[in-house]
Structures are given as C-alpha cells and as structure tokens.
C-alpha cells in the first residue's frame, strides 16, 4: 500500500491530518511510517519530516499501544508535526523579526505561548500571532513595557499595509495606547 496515495485521497475526502494519521496507523501498526505518509502528503520537506519525526519519535511512535491512534494523531497535530510551512518573504520576516523583539521585551512568555507563536510564524498565520501577543501584556518586573509595545505598534503597521483583517486596527490602537501610557 502507497500510504501517502492513501493519505492525500483522506485528505481529499475531507480528513484532518491527524484523522489520516489514525486511519494508516490503525491499518499498518506503523505509526512512524504512518506519520511520515502524512507529511509527505502535505508536501512537507523530507528534512523537514524527518526533523520533526525525530524530535517526536521516543515519545509517541516508539512504542504504540492499539486503540491510542486517534490521541497520538491529536498530539502530533497540536506539536505541530503537520504544519505546513510558509516561505516566509521580506516583509513576513521583518514582522517576523519584530515580534522576536517584543518577545524578548516582554520578559516571560510562557512556553505553551511560545510553541503556538512558533507555529503560527512556520505557517505564516502573521495575524493570529500578533492578536495573541497584543492580548498578553509585558511582565511586570521583567519586561519592558514601552519597548514591548511600541515594537508591537510597529509591527502592526506592517500587517495592516496588506492584511484587511478589522481585529488588526483595535489590536493596532490598542497597542499605540499602551506604548503611550508606558511612556508617560
């Protein structure tokens, strides 16, 4: 059986990655070459894969347990195994880069919200990082407050010049108020 074949016709007929991963796992008993169908059906790089299999492996392929299937291809969903990335161009890596500041001024963000960000910066998903950084205000004893959101500021000026996305303007006006009062 070709897995990937198979994964790209589940995808096809509306199966998340994490459903095609239970499905080939539960066929095969393989969950590695089972997870690596998947990515390869994405169209993620082999280097890549390989990368992000390895970094999985001892965890959740090494040693399978039938009937934990649908939980393993959840997991590897939420690690982000299956994330598709996006080549990020001249202006996603400026932004890119300024979010990178303001995580650095904001002195403590937590690494469930790091690993999310991280994510949202491989697939290009700009917007849902910067909303979530906008909501999670600096540490008080660690950050800097006035760095932490005027780099916010400039970085939703970025967005809003090609982004049409109305949250980005109050995200953007909010910001700008924050980096005012923190001046003051």
Request: charge should be neutral.
């Amino acid at each position: 059986m070709r897995l990937p074949l198979t994964a790209r016709h589940l995808f096809d007929t509306g199966s998340t990655p994490a459903d095609t991963y239970a499905t080939l796992a539960r066929h095969t008993r393989e969950p590695l070459r089972s997870a690596r169908a998947v990515c390869i059906a994405l169209g993620i790089p082999a280097a890549e894969t390989q990368r992000r299999l390895n970094d999985c492996y001892d965890a959740l392929l090494a040693t399978p347990r039938p009937g934990t299937e649908n939980d393993t291809g959840e997991l590897l969903e939420a690690l982000g195994v299956f994330d598709i990335p996006k080549t990020p161009d001249s202006r996603d890596l400026a932004i890119i880069e300024l979010f990178l500041t303001a995580i650095d001024a904001h002195g403590s963000i937590r690494a469930g919200h790091q690993h999310g960000l991280t994510r949202w910066f491989t697939t290009g998903n700009l917007t849902t990082a910067y909303l979530s950084l906008t909501t999670t205000p600096p540490h008080p004893t660690t950050g800097n407050p006035t760095h932490y959101w005027t780099t916010l500021t400039t970085a939703g000026e970025l967005l809003t010049t090609t982004t049409p996305d109305p949250r980005l303007k109050h995200a953007l006006a909010h910001c700008r108020n924050r980096a005012q009062a923190a001046r003051s």
